[in-house]
């Protein structure tokens, strides 16, 4: 007797919006119904398992490399599949989450990917879920011109070979979408965006020589990437495109996936495009899986952790040489400043700072890099075309003067540098206006002229709760306290109160932006991830 077909998807607690019909197909449903049945029991027991590991961490206060997978390090022989034609140059790529100014901007851009983002740049509202969806399919039909009624500016896509590659990133593992429910359960957010991308545009990316491709992020394992590689193989063999046609680029941005990144390469070889550096969450990574480890793991304020510094150049000289030893593309970090319109000499220091960055990436061997603004591509691209020339990458640069130990990768007491006073005063006042935006469905935002996502809140709320808990005396001789977490919350939040009005204010989610902040940072038991109890609040 045949197993009985799996119930539909039911759409829970969600108001029609408008053309959803186009992507919650019955047909599209479907295929998303049976990625979770299928897929959804293992991701569940890979997240039992990040938690298992978390406690080996806090118990030994290390990690080393796996001796079980030793093989597939010292085995020289396996390559990842070559890039195709459309991923072969990404010496810049833009982020940013998929509403439709973003979506004709990014694809207009100049950089050669864009990374259209479902995750840590998008808030998951319901709206923004389906909306995301359907803002992409105009954009491979051609159909997303549009008028801002609010500013009166038009928006046009440029000729199809002037736009950037798309390389779509679904949520992490650990978000679930409440608003689609099978029996009661709601299916995991990485296979409804997923799922709904590649159902309705892989053909049609395959016919416009694009795609599909994917980030993938906040992956903690290589057992991660397997289920991923898992996903693909059934993926096309459901819709009929050959395997292989999907190719995927790795987030390292956790600390437990930079040991594990041959390994993740080699699950998802005949899949893999590369991997890429991400430094904020990668930060979040180190404090929330060490945060138990004592002096030694305690971070100074985030911006003065740079990428020169002894454990982040670690981790990234590892990438790079992984990667070509692999034949993948290693991608380098985030450039996030927003370019003032009212302050010269502000971008001139940011500009230059973006540009030594970037030549830093490019000089150590990377192949591309990423921007959060189009101000910022063709400082970028004119960093990596000075090295790359008419190249389209630098595989061939083995990097085999690279030598990583383990312990040089959660090597933080190296870092010269302790937590201050104003790092203190800047990680709630980004935490509080990130979160107030956030809930109110907008994941990517310009603070303090810098362009903040998720990755950015979780650093800042990981902070304030490793100080404290750490009793950390800053440079004026204050203790790092619960109490002066609270005066500086207060005094934040009655500053923007000033600063914006009451009308404003009240028409906000700052109290809750704040009550929120508070909460995962101050509560004894650390959330995992600070976007948990905030989906709670998201409306």
Known sequence: MPAPAPSPLAIVDAEPLPRQDEVLTDAALAFVAELHRRFTPRRDELLARRAERRAEIARTSTLDFLPETQAIRVDDTWKVAPAPAALDDRRVE???????KMTVNALNSGAKVWLADFEDASAPTWENVVTG??????????????????????????????????????????????HLQQDGTPVPGALVDFGLYFFHNAQR???????????LPKTESHLEARLWNDIFVFAQDYVGIPRGTVR???????????????????????????????????????VKNFRDGGPKFVLPDRNLVTMTAPFMRAYTELLVRT?????AHAIGGMAAFIPSRRDAEVNKVAFEKVKADKDREANDGFDGSW??????????????????????????????????????LIAVDTLDAKPSYDGLRNAVAVGIRYIEAWLRGVGAVAIFNLMEDAATAEISRSQIWQWINADVVFENGEHATADLARTIAAEELAAIRAEIGDEAFAAGE???????????????DYADFLTLPAYERLR
């Not at 500013?151 to 679930?176: C, F, I, M, N, Q």
Request: with cysteine.
């Open 94 to 100: 833009i982020t940013g989450p998929t509403d439709r």
């Open 133 to 178: 969806q359907l803002n992409l399919i105009d954009a491979y039909t051609r159909n997303i011109d549009f008028t801002d009624p609010r500013s009166g500016k038009s928006y046009a896509l440029r000729p199809a070979e002037e736009l950037a590659t798309v390389v779509t990133r679904p949520r992490g593992w650990h978000l679930d979408e409440r």
């Open 205 to 215: 990316l395959i016919d416009l020589g694009k795609g599909p491709y994917f980030y």
């Open 248 to 286: 995927a680029t790795v987030l390292i941005e956790t600390i437990t996936a930079a040991y594990e990144m041959e390994e993740i390469l080699y699950e998802l070889r005949d899949h893999a495009s590369g991997l890429n550096a991400g430094r904020w969450d990668y930060l979040f990574s180190i």
């Open 323 to 327: 990667c070509h030893k692999r034949g």
């Open 371 to 408: 921007v959060a603004h189009p101000d910022l591509v063709p400082i970028a691209m004119e960093s990596f075309d000075a090295v790359l020339g008419d190249k389209p990458n630098q595989k061939d640069r083995l990097r085999e003067d690279v030598s990583v130990a383990a312990g040089d």
């Open 510 to 524: 700052w109290q809750q932006a704040h009550d929120l902040l508070l909460t995962v940072s101050l509560d004894e």
